[in-house]
């Protein structure tokens, strides 16, 4: 009777072995698909409305939105600013005469911001203004548009909560690469 019993053993242990590895297995998928959401839903998308036209940015990626789209979020931003929010005036940091305000609010799981602004000078070639929400960092939202007459207006909305910046900046900056602030235009504090 004992020898009837080791094929039995011998195919249990193989059993066994299978069953641990397919367990092992199914683990390590589950484990990556789940670290692939986790990594997902951390990325933030921006929703960027500036002077070179409109872009949607995940991450690393950037995709540019159509005429339909940015009409869309303009609606959008406006409607929710309009039903609440904070208000803030920028103050001209150079006296060239601009002025400007900031309209933020965080909204069913996004942040809006619209920066409007007034009397500043046409950039030279070369130049542009850009926005920037700072705290402890710079987090630059974007290129204010700028029309003839020197007002200007950026649209940014982002799928995470940006009230923790306590302040707002719009800048004349070089096209010359670098990622911080360069001359100070307009500030305003929360």
Do not use: H
């Amino acid at each position: 009777m004992a020898t009837v019993q080791k094929p039995n053993l011998i195919r249990n242990l193989f059993l066994s072995a299978g069953v641990i590895l397919l367990i092992i297995a199914a683990n390590s998928y589950f484990k990556n698909k789940k670290t692939e959401k986790v990594e997902s839903f951390l990325t933030p998308e921006e929703i960027i409305l500036q002077e070179e036209g409109a872009v949607r940015k995940t991450g690393e990626e950037e995709e540019i939105l159509s005429e339909e789209e940015i009409k869309q979020i303009r609606e959008e931003v406006n409607g929710v600013l309009s039903a609440g929010g904070e208000i803030i005036s920028l103050n001209d940091t150079v006296d060239i005469g601009s002025e400007g305000e900031v309209k933020t609010a965080f909204s069913d799981g996004k942040f809006y911001c619209k920066i409007t602004a007034s009397g500043l000078r046409i950039a030279e070639k070369g130049y542009y203004y850009e926005g920037w929400l700072k705290n402890e960092d710079n987090l630059s939202i974007g290129r204010m548009e700028v029309n003839l007459f020197g007002e200007g207006v950026l649209y940014y909305t982002a799928s995470i909560d940006r009230s923790d910046y306590d302040q707002v900046m719009i800048t004349l900056e070089p096209e010359d690469g670098d990622e911080e602030p360069a001359i100070k235009i307009l500030e305003g504090n929360f």
